[in-house]
């Protein structure tokens, strides 16, 4: 999954450097950006789940998930900005031992700040990393009752806004890991976990600057 991102944002930079006409930094203090994506979640999971305080071991894993997601950015200086993303997204974790574990309900506001590049071609990259506190809800188990604790998280960021033609209109290409985890309770404490989740995001869209 690591090598497919890499690959990816690889060959979006490599496009626009190709490209023969150069353009110029559309960013600008006070802007405001506003996108829409598709978005794909690949949770990196992995848990230590317990029965009556014994560890059963085994392999945890949740489901990839994809979702539509929307974020507005705010530029503070011509490179400098701030992005909030808001979208739901539903797992089922399993173990490969206890079987179906649950499934749950996430939503995950990420705040990151971000530094934009000069433009390489019709290519405007950025970078950012920032914080997460991800809601976990609605879950459901054959061991309920079940719990999941909300919890704060870290985030990384890398993508790539491509303008459409001279207008306020752009594509956008976007690669999110998410540092996140949870407790687990169910079936009044006799099972218990800790989990970590750490998902791939990543989404592609189109989005209008104003």
Known sequence: MKA??????????????????ESRSTTAAGQFY???RGLGVMPDASARISVAGANI?????????????ADLTYFI???IAVEAIAGVTKHTVSNS?????????????????QYHFDPVGF???YVGAGVNYTFFYSPKSALAPIGF???FGWALQAGADVPVGDGPYFLNFDV?????????RAAGGTVQASARLNPWLVGAGIGVRF
């Not at 497919?4 to 006409?21: D, E, F, N, R």
């Not at 031992?97 to 700040?113: D, E, H, K, R, Y």
């Not at 999110?176 to 687990?184: A, P, Y």
């Open 4 to 21: 497919a991102v890499l690959a990816a944002a690889a060959i979006l930079m490599t496009a626009g450097a190709a490209h023969a006409q």
């Open 34 to 36: 506003l996108r829409l």
């Open 57 to 69: 071991g085994g392999v945890t894993r949740a489901t990839d998930s994809f979702v539509p997601e």
């Open 77 to 79: 200086t011509d490179k």
């Open 97 to 113: 031992i206890a079987g179906n574990v649950a499934s749950v309900w996430l939503l995950p506001p990420t705040v990151t700040a």
């Open 123 to 125: 290519v405007h990259p």
């Open 149 to 151: 604790k909300n919890s």
């Open 176 to 184: 999110k890991k998410v540092f996140m985890g949870t407790t687990v």
